[in-house]
């Protein structure tokens, strides 16, 4: 058996991943999070493990042995140094597939974000590197856009009216697992999208059809966007709303389907899962 380390694994993209590996009958996952007690425990071929990047100790028991890492990155200053002293303790044929994002030459090549791709590139273990857009489940996030859709009908974005294609994370989740149990995918940079781009007001409107309730977008301004997000992630929030107006998030990639042979979700087939349950009437 294969051991895995998934990071992240209660998260948007490292809980299905986790469902994705431990079907495969040759993988153990270790599934990491910092409270194993709210992983759903007893399941075959999944171990939690406690992981935190703010506790070095747990380090090594998370990577030991392991044949793959799904590294979701922190997003903090620091976080090329951790990623790069993390992968220093992992079996030096461990395949690495990080989590980044799409960013089309936004940041420069000193930001922390490609210099964690540096770190996982110079790891000196295969490696590869996904970068998505936008997730679609930020609409069932509750800390994000959740209440505003469910309670009020409302879509607030800072969109400048360009369009997002809308990823699932699911989709991501495919693309990682059939990267860390295929051959082929060393060394590739997939970004990776939903199969269409869609306006603001497009969104709201296939939002609201699987609602069964109208729902209307609200243009944000930045400083309504940001309000109460201080430091780092204010200047991180900043640039990935400053991309969605410059329209650098309704590129559209066939990435999903060319590594996992199915079409990427619609964001119509996720809100009707995810939202006819709601539905009004
Ligand atoms: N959301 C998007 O649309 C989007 C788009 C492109 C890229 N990304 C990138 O994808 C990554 C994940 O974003 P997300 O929105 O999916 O976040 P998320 O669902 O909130 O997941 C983040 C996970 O990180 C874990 N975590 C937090 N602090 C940690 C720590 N100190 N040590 C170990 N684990 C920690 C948490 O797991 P536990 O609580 O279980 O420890 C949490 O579930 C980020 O790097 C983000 O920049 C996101």
Redesign the pocket.
């Known amino acids: 058996m294969r051991h895995v380390l998934v990071?992240?694994?209660?998260?948007?993209?490292?809980a299905p991943l986790t469902d994705l590996l431990a079907q495969d009958g040759a993988v153990v996952v270790r599934a990491?999070?910092?409270?194993v007690r709210?992983?759903e425990s007893d399941r075959d071929r999944v171990e939690a493990v406690r992981?935190?990047?703010?506790d070095r100790a747990t380090w090594e028991g998370a990577v030991d042995g392991v044949a793959g890492v799904f590294l979701?990155?922190?997003?903090r200053p620091d976080a090329a140094e951790l990623a790069a002293d993390l992968l220093a303790m992992t079996p030096r044929g461990a395949h690495v597939v990080l989590?980044?994002?799409?960013d089309r030459g936004y940041f420069g090549p000193d930001d922390w974000a490609p210099r964690v791709e540096r770190a996982v590139r110079g790891s000196g273990r295969p490696w590869t590197i996904l970068r998505?857009?936008?997730?679609m489940?930020?609409f069932t996030?509750p800390?994000f856009m959740l209440d505003d859709l469910v309670r009020d009908g409302r879509l607030p974005l800072v969109s400048g009216g360009q369009a997002v294609s809308w990823i699932d994370?699911r989709d991501i989740a495919a693309v990682a697992a059939r990267s860390l149990l295929d051959d082929g995918h060393d060394g590739q940079v997939y970004e990776l999208t939903g199969p269409e781009a869609l306006g603001p007001g497009e969104t709201a409107t296939v939002l609201g059809s699987a609602m069964g309730r109208p729902v209307r977008h609200v243009e944000l301004s930045m400083e309504e966007a940001l309000e109460g997000v201080e430091g780092f992630l204010r200047r991180n929030d900043e640039g990935?709303y400053d991309r969605i107006r410059r329209g650098m998030f309704g590129v559209v990639t066939d990435t999903v389907e060319q590594v996992t042979g199915h079409p990427a979700r619609t964001l119509r087939q996720f809100a009707a899962e995810v939202f006819a349950p709601l539905a009004v009437g």
Do not use: C, H, I, N
């Not at 990491?32 to 409270?35: A, E, P």
């Not at 992981?51 to 703010?54: L, N, Q």
């Not at 989590?99 to 799409?102: A, G, H, P, V």
């Open positions: 990071t992240g694994a209660r998260a948007k993209t490292g990491g999070s910092r409270d709210l992983l992981f935190d990047w703010d979701v990155r922190p997003d989590l980044s994002e799409l998505p857009g936008w997730f489940q930020v996030d800390r994370a990935a």
